[in-house]
């Protein structure tokens, strides 16, 4: 097993892992997430149809409205949003979009979470202590 | 790392001494600074938020069991508390922004009765709990003034891109729950926009084109929107004062497209006597020109629209100011829009009572045109029926049409979109 580890600043308490969605782009809420299915829908975004329901969200960090906390609360409590969250820019949307999604959240990580994760990488975040354990897809059990 | 230092004061509350509501809020508002990497929070008694529970959308997620019940209502949407909290009177200054609907014109909007009875409700509560129905995008525009260096908890960005760079009060841009946490708890973090650093310019953007319209103050925002993203330009070669308006049109652009915050205009705004005051130090990220071929280029991020036919025109994003309500009264005298194109023009309802005091509703409404209040179309999902393409002076508006409403938009100046009510035509373009 070649379990990544990397360790950064604890935003939202809790432990979670799944499935690493992974994102260079953005994420908008007002206008860039259907927030019933957590699919990406704005319109020059990579991740353009993928859901985030479930997943571990990896991705730079909110944009666009003051509504984004609102519009993932709206995701959650449709049972569409991350099941943990991992971003690199801390922002007021973002940090408060992290504590309403309520789910396990890192950021300021060692290395670029979003240069060594990888779609489909199992991904355990530890919200406690910062501490994000990254287990490659080929090696997932 | 950073650890958070509450005061006696924020310790008791957090601890229950003045009841749930605020506990819960203040618990609410520490988490949310510890997140950020706040080491304190900050008093703050201007707090503008939105009390979404009737817009589309968000009403559809609100449990069978608590509908109607407005308290419970506002726990879940705006303190995020799955438990109903018995919500007291707010401790900051706190005014509502958008509605969904105008009280007076919900049938034109094609509002139903049940969204009209959901807004009226969350309206009532916001008056009980001392929330100000100011139910625009613009206090600024009506009365709600900060100060200089005032700490503020607001909410919508085209407002406090305006109140940090125009007035100089130091607001980050706060989400419904962080606003109606501070509302009840008069706090919020010292982070960001509130401290001296987080406010210093982060690019130089040299201007060769200098705005002189509307349609340039707007495409200008976009355009620095695109490129520093939500850093902090710092505008040169600009000698003379812009006005309200464009001030208005030019922040609402650069916080949609990017996410700005705050901008500093060189011997313009009030933290920026200088060059070197305004970057007081930070490390530059980047150096901008922006001339005649980006002014063009702005425009062409707004090529959503290929047809000529307008059926809908929208004026008055951000809220139009009584000078622009005045401008559209002027071109629509004694004319009648075109049978099949429709002209909505919002303002805030204070700028409204003005309006009709002046003849200049009249004006507007002799045409074929509307002047509504306390709503948006692209907010509050208001819009004549069967329209497939629309017009717009307001790039931030046009930003949104496409997105959310998905109409062909076109933008240009307001005469140009008076012109398109009248003739029922696109005829616009960049001059």
Not at chain 2, 98 to 104: E, H, R, S
């Given at each position: 097993m070649t379990k990544l580890v990397l360790k950064g600043r604890p935003v939202v308490d809790g432990v979670a892992e799944g499935e690493a969605l992974v994102t260079r782009d953005t994420i908008s809420g007002f206008g860039g997430i259907d927030n019933k299915t957590?699919?990406?829908?704005?319109?020059?975004?990579?991740?353009?149809?993928?859901s985030f329901a479930g997943k571990v969200l990896v991705f730079p960090g909110a944009k666009g409205s003051s509504g984004w906390a609102s519009h993932f609360q709206t995701a959650r409590l449709n049972k569409a949003a991350p099941i943990a969250m991992i971003f690199k820019h801390t922002t007021t949307k973002m940090a408060l979009g992290a504590v309403i999604v309520r789910a396990p959240a890192v950021t300021?990580?060692?290395?670029d979470p979003i240069e060594v994760i990888k779609t489909g990488d199992w991904v355990r975040v530890d919200g406690n202590t910062g501490v994000v354990e990254v287990t490659p897809a080929a090696e997932r059990p | 790392m950073a650890i958070m230092i509450l005061s006696d004061d924020e310790k008791r509350v957090l601890d229950g001494a003045e009841g749930e509501a605020r506990a819960h809020a203040m618990d609410l508002i520490v988490r949310y600074g510890k997140a950020l990497g706040a080491d304190r929070l900050v008093d703050t008694n201007s707090v503008c938020g939105g009390f979404v529970g009737a817009l589309p959308g968000r009403?559809?997620?609100?449990?069978e069991n608590i509908r109607g019940d407005m308290e419970a209502v506002y726990s879940l949407l705006?303190?995020?508390?799955?438990k109903k909290l018995s919500i007291p009177p707010v401790k900051a200054m706190t005014y509502r922004l958008?509605?969904?609907?105008?009280?007076?014109k919900w049938q034109v909007q094609r509002v139903s009765e049940q969204t009209r009875e959901i807004s009226q409700s969350v309206g009532e509560f916001c008056s009980q709990i001392g929330?100000?129905?100011?139910?625009?995008?613009?206090p600024y525009q009506v009365g709600v003034v900060p100060v200089f260096g005032e700490h503020c908890a607001w909410m919508e960005s085209s407002a406090v891109i305006y109140i940090n760079s125009v007035i100089g009060a130091r607001s980050n841009v706060e989400g419904a729950h962080s606003a109606a946490a501070a509302a009840l708890t008069g706090k919020t973090p010292y982070w960001g926009y509130h401290t001296p650093e987080g406010r210093r310019g982060t690019h130089h953007v040299r201007i060769e084109k200098v705005p002189e319209t509307m349609l340039d103050w707007g495409l200008l925002g976009y355009w620095i929107g695109e490129k520093v993203q939500d850093r902090v330009p710092v505008l040169t070669g600009i000698d003379h004062p812009g006005n309200p308006n464009f001030y208005k049109h030019f922040g609402a652009a650069a916080a949609s497209a990017g996410g700005v915050e705050m901008y500093h205009i060189v011997g313009?705004?009030?933290?920026?006597?200088?060059a070197e005051m305004a970057f007081s130090g930070r490390a530059l990220e980047g150096e901008l020109l922006y001339g005649p071929a980006q002014r063009e280029e702005a425009f062409s991020y707004?090529?959503?629209?290929?047809?000529?036919?307008?059926d809908f025109v929208k004026i008055g994003c951000p809220h139009a100011s009584l000078e622009q309500v005045r401008q559209v009264a002027t071109l629509l005298d004694g004319k009648k829009l075109h049978a099949e194109t429709d002209l909505w023009v919002f303002t805030p309802r204070q700028i409204k009572a003005i309006a009709d005091r002046q003849g200049y509703t009249e004006t507007i409404e002799n045409a074929g045109a509307h002047l509504m209040s306390?709503?948006?179309?692209?907010?509050?999902?208001?819009y004549p029926a069967g329209v497939r393409v629309a017009a717009t002076d307001s790039a931030k508006q046009a930003h949104y049409m496409p997105a959310i409403l998905k109409f062909q938009t076109w933008l240009g100046t307001t005469e140009q979109c008076v012109d398109a009510a009248i003739t029922g035509e696109w005829r616009g373009g960049l001059s």
């Open positions: 957590g699919e990406i829908i704005e319109v020059r975004h990579e991740l353009r149809g993928q300021g990580l060692d290395k | 009403r559809d997620v609100i449990p705006n303190l995020d508390s799955d958008i509605d969904a609907m105008d009280p007076d929330v100000n129905r100011c139910n625009t995008c613009t313009q705004t009030p933290e920026a006597p200088t707004f090529s959503t629209a290929t047809e000529t036919k307008v306390d709503s948006c179309a692209a907010l509050s999902k208001v």
